[in-house]
């Protein structure tokens, strides 16, 4: 009976649960399926708890690539590191993660104005009041994942939309 169970439990359920977390954590690698609730847990007023900016950031599409933080307090500006170069991605993939990853940044961090993302041969610059007038709402409000969906991620879907949303919102 132990054994039955041991080859049922390794052989069928252990996969399955195994394929489920495989699958939902390559959803979250990607705005359109990503899980933006998860994120409230983040959620700050003040951008100088590097520990908190870095949580949030780990959290988000693109985190593979990671390379650490640096915060400007005088600014209020954060600036987030990757290891690679932007030639390395499609293009328009890039500019939906870079604007998915700002615009939650400034919505769970209420006093960051600016975030800059350095990669290898660029740097992208998104700011606060430029997100805010592309929302067209209170950052703050977009806590509720419903109207984050409705206000952020249905605007990200179309190619033309994306690219709209980077060019209003990057200060390059």
């Given at each position: 009976?132990?054994?039955?169970?041991?080859?049922?439990?390794?052989?069928?359920?252990?996969?399955?649960?195994?394929?489920?977390?495989?699958?939902?954590?390559?959803?979250?690698?990607?705005?359109l399926t990503h899980d933006f609730a998860v994120l409230a847990k983040y959620r700050s007023p003040?951008?100088?708890d590097n520990?908190?900016?870095?949580?949030?950031?780990?959290?988000?599409p693109l985190r593979e690539k990671l390379n650490g933080y640096?915060?400007?307090?005088?600014?209020?500006?954060?600036?987030?590191?990757?290891?690679m170069d932007t030639r390395e991605m499609n293009a328009?993939?890039?500019?939906?993660i870079l604007v998915y990853n700002a615009v939650?940044?400034?919505?769970m961090i209420d006093n960051l104005q600016t975030v800059v993302y350095q990669f290898e041969n660029t740097s992208q610059t998104l700011r606060r009041e430029s997100a805010q007038q592309w929302t067209g709402t209170e950052l703050k409000e977009l806590q509720n994942p419903e109207l984050w969906n409705s206000t952020v991620r249905e605007k990200?879907?179309?190619?033309a939309q994306v690219k709209e949303a980077f060019s209003q919102i990057v200060d390059n």
């Open positions: 009976m132990g054994i039955i169970g041991l080859v049922i439990v390794e052989g069928f359920v252990n996969p399955t649960i195994e394929a489920k977390q495989d699958q939902y954590e390559a959803e979250q690698q990607n705005p003040y951008m100088g520990s908190n900016l870095s949580h949030l950031n780990q959290a988000l640096r915060l400007y307090p005088e600014t209020f500006t954060a600036q987030v590191n990757y290891s328009e993939e890039l500019e939906r939650t940044n400034f919505v990200l879907v179309e190619p």
